[in-house]
């Protein structure tokens, strides 16, 4: 199973809720691998720490190799390293992504992390990949890529807007490149249940028909200081309420 975690507004909670629905599925016995897109790098930190900026094996790296011409030689297995968390892997992001995305645009390389990923799936048992706050080739990877799309969505009258452009974009993509891409859900993260105006939100998409998992997940600090710990939070605090939701979502998704 290979699912991507798509919205282009920033700071909604999609590295959050990569590197946490991995580590659950890793503790769970599956061997996961997260594919960090975006440039920035906080799955990578996330799970490996300061240390990711020194990584020669990363994400970036294959998609250089897509350019030359010894492709078939590489196995993307490579281009991952193991987590400190058993049978959690990850291939890192890079900044040489951004140098790299006007070339592979030039030459038509939509395709390759689609390939790239099926072949990696041979090796493990399913796949989360963290994308740029953007709509752009990385991004359009991915979601061809994907058998599933989630969707994080964080309850503000901004991210409202940009979910329904995010359906047009998921779309498209359908139309043009994927047509068996799933919208598998739409995750509401940072919820205040006890204020009236999320509520009021979450209820509007739902009557639109949307499909907005029940598991919510609420705002806590724990989740900040996950990230400085770089450890995720079935490790960093297990028994935390956030834990508790991260893993009933996980569970939800899986039932369905
Ligand atoms: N449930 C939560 N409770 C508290 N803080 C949260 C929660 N989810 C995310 N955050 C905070 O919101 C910020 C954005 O989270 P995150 O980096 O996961 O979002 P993102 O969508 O990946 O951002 P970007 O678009 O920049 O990649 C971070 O500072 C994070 O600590
Ligand atoms: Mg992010």
Redesign the pocket.
């Known amino acids: 199973m290979k699912r991507v975690?798509f919205?282009q507004?920033?700071?909604?909670?999609?590295?959050?809720?990569?590197c946490n629905l991995a580590a659950i599925s890793a503790e769970r016995g599956l061997t996961t691998a997260v594919i960090d897109l975006?440039p920035?790098g906080?799955?990578s930190q996330y799970l490996m720490g300061e240390d990711w900026q020194q990584q020669e094996t990363n994400v970036a790296r294959y998609f250089e190799k897509t350019l030359g011409f010894k492709l078939a030689e590489s196995d993307p297995a490579d281009f991952c390293v193991e987590t400190q968390f058993e049978r959690l892997w990850i291939m890192p992001s890079s900044m040489e992504l951004n140098d790299l995305q006007s070339k592979l645009e030039a030459k038509h390389k939509i395709y390759k992390l689609r390939d790239a990923l099926d072949q990696l799936l041979d090796q493990v048992d399913c796949i989360y990949i963290?994308?740029?706050?953007a709509f752009n080739f990385y991004t359009l990877s991915a979601l061809i890529a994907a058998d599933r799309c989630l969707i994080?969505f964080?309850c503000d009258e901004f991210s409202r807007k940009a979910l329904y452009q995010l359906m047009g974009n998921v779309a498209e993509t359908r139309e043009d490149h994927h047509p068996d891409l799933a919208i598998e859900g739409i995750i509401v993260?940072?919820y205040q249940p006890r204020s009236n105006l999320p509520r009021r939100m979450v209820q509007d998409l739902k009557d639109d028909g949307l499909p907005v998992f029940e598991s919510t997940?609420?705002?806590?600090?724990?989740?900040?200081e996950s990230?400085e710990a770089s450890s995720p939070l079935i490790h960093y605090r297990p028994t935390h309420k956030?834990s508790l939701e991260f893993e009933a979502l996980y569970d939800e998704m899986n039932s369905q």
């Open positions: 975690i919205n507004k920033g700071g909604v909670g999609k590295s959050t809720i990569v975006d920035q906080n799955s963290d994308t740029p706050p994080p964080d993260n940072q997940i609420s705002s806590s600090v724990v989740v900040k990230h956030l």
